[in-house]
């Protein structure tokens, strides 16, 4: 059951859409209902419309948005395999009191079915009529897909593209996005833009809302056509990860991948597009510590990156900086547009694309993270995401391991809330830093080395690597990744009392001569990164674990380290038991079990599946 769905492009939700398996056929059938309060309808002169008691000027047909989505889905008249139907229910009417609706010569056809509460029998053998009584649970997959729902993780997307798209499906303002910056670099190659203009989009979206589905599309339809394009980022846990997936891609080659601070000296001639993701990352200047003097930046980063291109598309998150050397902001960018003679123009991302898409996920991480200003309610799941409360660090990482093995992608990750050691200088060995009473794990590993004793893969690589299921990743090597499976330790960074969030600074030793590890010695925030401004702390460790509670696009198990904060987490998530809800493998689909165990099969092979391979369903003629 599909509640208030609105498919991308059509005027006005429908009310429900029930999507099982037709009990003569067997193929899917879907039934878009409109529910109506209306207790009575009047006639007007115009055939198509009827008064309402309670309405001032006459409304439409209830079948008439039962068409337009029936439409939707039989769009380009490709649906073989699929029953569809439309009916309208008015549970406060008779049959006497809409026969405006019944008269002869009104609009009839597979949508414009009417039930009353004196026809309340004939809908259920309607209902019955139409759908087997067994689970619609692999029809209801395809609709997703088809809907643009259930999308690929981001790096899966990339590594089965066929070079011409990703596997996203954009919708709304992605769309809009996509065209537009298409058309501003049409503009460019074939001279219709003056030689010294530039163009700069600013593209705003929360976690997941497809900033990155969108540049990344940019990316391989641009390439495609043999133009200068580079895709930067502030992140080396993103970028890794990127040029992880591209060494398998023969479309996109490694030097199209840079770093901010890539761009001190122009390119000549300019690039036609620089894709700037992740850019609430940007540092006000490019430089390192040990660059030489002439080497660094001479002005703004953000002018850099705005010089280095005829068109530079931002996309950002202002909730996502984390620390304070990281500068990227709206205002930043529109700034420094300004400085180089063009407006920005800005498009703000709604649409959920991780989370398994759902809107009422996300908003619940901003209300229990108090960043909304919405006092936290219970989770209701919304049969798109699942939410659960692990009771200790051994359940959620029992749990992430298992989800793991079965073939779904999963990892650990937590606040910055214990020390992070270097490597022992002469074994490699990781510490086991994250310390929860006998339970004890390594953080990813630190530093540049390509491989440690137990085979753990670098940082930059941890969270696309099978080996690196064992340690916990922290916030700055999971910024810009999603599993299927995410698995959240909340420390004592940011703790529930009396009736609100503390934020609290911890301490650490320094490293040990000989082992290079660390001790905690005060609770709290470990991370040396963040501002000592009480207000600026606050807001970073907020948007650090809004981050890690939005890298999962199927189910989220979050734990905190503190009692009183896991018992207030208790009293929002409900049990697993009383939900039943709980995506593990045993409860997928068929189609969804096969798909993972292909996927689990070739991570374990070290190998991605070839595009136009594997299983390829039919979603509703998509």
């Keep these: 059951m599909f509640v208030e769905c609105q498919p991308d492009g059509v005027d006005g939700a429908a009310d429900v859409i029930l999507v099982g398996t037709h009990p003569e056929t067997g193929d899917d059938s879907l039934l878009v209902v409109e529910l109506k309060r209306w207790s009575s309808v009047g006639r007007t002169d115009d055939p198509e419309k009827v008064d309402v008691s309670g309405f001032s000027k006459p409304k439409h047909h209830p079948s008439t948005q039962v068409r337009r989505v029936m439409d939707y889905f039989n769009g380009d008249g490709r649906q073989p395999g699929i029953a569809y139907a439309g009916l309208s229910y008015l549970h406060n009417a008779t049959d006497a009191s809409i026969e405006p609706l019944l008269d002869a010569g009104t609009r009839r056809g597979a949508h414009a079915l009417y039930f009353t509460a004196d026809t309340r029998q004939d809908l259920l053998e309607e209902l019955d009529g139409r759908f087997r009584r067994e689970s619609g649970t692999s029809a209801a997959e395809r609709l997703l897909t088809r809907l643009g729902l259930r999308n690929a993780p981001l790096l899966e997307a990339v590594a089965l593209s066929d070079g011409a798209d990703t596997a996203f499906t954009l919708r709304g303002m992605q769309k809009t996005v996509w065209r537009d910056v298409k058309r501003a670099v049409s503009r460019f190659r074939n001279g219709s833009a003056g030689t010294s203009e530039r163009a700069v989009f600013l593209v705003r979206g929360g976690a997941g809302t497809g900033k990155s589905a969108i540049g990344l599309q940019l990316l391989r339809h641009f390439t495609d056509l043999g133009l200068r394009t580079r895709y930067a980022t502030g992140s080396r846990a993103f970028d890794a990860s990127l040029r992880e997936f591209i060494a398998r891609d023969d479309l996109l080659v490694q030097e199209q991948l840079a770093y901010f601070m890539n761009f001190v000296e122009p390119p000549v001639p300019p690039l036609d597009l620089l894709i700037c993701d992740e850019a609430h990352r940007l540092r006000a200047e490019s430089t390192l510590q040990f660059w030489a003097a002439e080497k660094r930046g001479k002005q703004p980063q953000v002018d850099e990156l705005i010089q280095a291109a005829q068109v530079t598309v931002f996309l950002l998150d202002d909730d996502q900086s984390l620390r304070k050397n990281e500068v990227g902001s709206s205002a930043l960018i529109c700034e420094a547009a300004e400085r180089n003679g063009v407006t920005a123009q800005i498009y703000d991302l709604h649409t959920e694309f991780r989370c398994g898409g759902s809107d009422t996920y996300r908003a619940w991480v901003l209300d229990l993270l108090g960043i909304s200003g919405r006092k936290p309610g219970e989770w209701a799941p919304d049969g798109l995401m699942h939410v659960e409360v692990a009771e200790s660090a051994e359940q959620l990482e029992r749990i992430v391991r298992m989800e793991e093995q079965d073939g779904a992608t999963a990892r650990m990750v937590a606040g910055f809330c214990w020390p992070w050691s270097e490597p022992h200088p002469e074994t490699r060995v990781l510490h086991r830093d994250v310390r929860i009473g006998d339970w004890h794990r390594p953080w990813n590993a630190k530093g540049p080395f390509s491989r440690h004793t137990d085979g753990e893969p670098p940082a930059k690589l941890w969270g696309v690597k099978r080996e690196g299921i064992g340690q916990v990743g922290c916030v700055y090597t999971a910024q810009g990744l999603e599993w299927d499976w995410c698995g959240v330790i909340m420390g004592d960074d940011m703790v529930w009392r009396e009736g609100g969030w503390v934020f609290r600074k911890g301490k650490t030793s320094g490293a040990d001569e000989e082992t290079g590890e660390r001790k905690p010695l005060k609770p709290g925030s470990m991370d040396p990164g963040l501002p000592a401004d009480a207000d600026e702390f606050a807001r970073c460790v907020r948007n650090a674990y809004h981050v890690l509670l939005t890298r999962a696009s199927r189910a989220t198990v979050i734990h905190s380290t503190d009692g009183p904060t896991q018992e207030y987490l208790r009293t929002l998530v409900g049990p697993v038991d009383d939900q039943g809800l709980r995506p593990a493998w045993a409860s997928l689909?068929?189609?969804?079990?096969?798909?993972?165990?292909?996927?689990?099969?070739?991570?374990?092979?070290?190998?991605?599946?070839?595009?136009?391979?594997?299983?390829?369903?039919?979603?509703?003629?998509f």
């Design 589 to 621: 689909t068929p189609e969804e079990q096969l798909r993972r165990s292909l996927r689990a099969h070739d991570a374990r092979r070290g190998r991605k599946q070839p595009p136009g391979q594997g299983i390829q369903p039919d979603l509703f003629g």
